[in-house]
């Protein structure tokens, strides 16, 4: 009686194969399931299979198309922004002689306008003080000449010398953010023109994610092989079982014999 033969192994490189498979087919199809189409008041979300990659898994594209009222929206910004571009590309232009020109501030001519008006506000303020003040000196019996007239002058005369020189330190930093603001202006409004206004794009909600859990192929193959060994190991076990019995009887038919035989000679 000759020993069964085993069922044949599985094939190592197509059980990897029908693995890679069983993988793509299970990525393909989640991702198909999360490709949901969307549509909102500002446009809609769309998936389409535009081919195929190497590997034969299907290729998609997606297209966001804006709503009519969008979309004018958005040929109207396309038209703001190509006539304002224009206009500060003009407006630039015209700052190349503005900006090769080093911002200077001319001090004789800030402070002698800075004198001329002073002498309008201040000097009336002044003439008026220094009358009140030899007033005063004289009905408190102060004569010029004396140490006290001559003191109650100095001061005077100082406080004459600092509201002049707080006048012309206030209005130079003055005259020079009036330069500098006239000097940035037209820079500023290029900035503004340049930036424009923007359209929004449509904005989608997330989609709830699907999971498709793999197969494994693998797994399953070498279960059903090793299911498959379960009845050649029985038809093993049992011919060895005969194969163990006759052996025994064979063994005391021999051994009956060998004694009887003896016994008769």
Do not use: H
């Not at 898994?57 to 571009?85: G, H, I």
């Not at 940035?184 to 994610?209: C, D, K, R, W, Y």
């Not at 193959?221 to 052996?247: C, E, H, R």
């Amino acid at each position: 009686m000759n020993t069964p033969s085993p069922p044949p192994a599985p094939d190592p490189v197509k059980t990897a194969q029908a693995q890679t498979d069983s993988n793509v087919k299970t990525a393909t199809t989640q991702q198909q399931l999360n490709m949901v189409d969307q549509t909102n008041p500002y446009g809609s979300q769309k998936y389409t299979q535009t081919g195929t990659w190497a590997d034969g898994t299907p290729r998609f594209s997606m297209e966001t198309t804006f709503s009519p009222e969008e979309q004018a929206k958005q040929q109207q910004q396309w038209e703001f922004d190509k006539l304002t571009n224009q206009l500060g590309i003009n407006q630039t232009k015209k700052l190349t002689g503005l900006l090769d020109t080093p911002f200077k501030l001319d001090n004789a001519a800030t402070e002698g306008r800075l004198m001329e008006l002073g002498r309008k506000r201040l000097d009336p303020i002044l003439a008026e003080r220094s009358a009140a003040l030899e007033t005063k000196l004289y009905n408190q019996g102060v004569q010029p000449g004396t140490e006290a007239w001559d003191r109650a002058m100095r001061e005077n005369s100082q406080a004459t010398n600092d509201a002049y020189n707080s006048l012309l330190l206030g209005g130079r930093s003055q005259a020079a953010s009036e330069l500098v603001a006239e000097r940035n202006q037209p820079i500023n409004e290029i900035t503004a023109l340049m930036s424009g206004g923007q359209v929004n794009q449509p904005q989608f909600g997330n989609t709830p994610q699907a999971g498709v859990a793999n197969t494994d192929v693998a797994g399953i193959t070498q279960q059903a092989y090793d299911n498959s060994l379960i009845p050649w190991k029985q038809q093993v076990a049992q011919k060895q079982a005969m194969m163990g019995g006759l052996f025994s009887l064979g063994g005391a038919a021999l051994g009956g014999w060998a004694r009887g035989g003896f016994g008769g000679l």
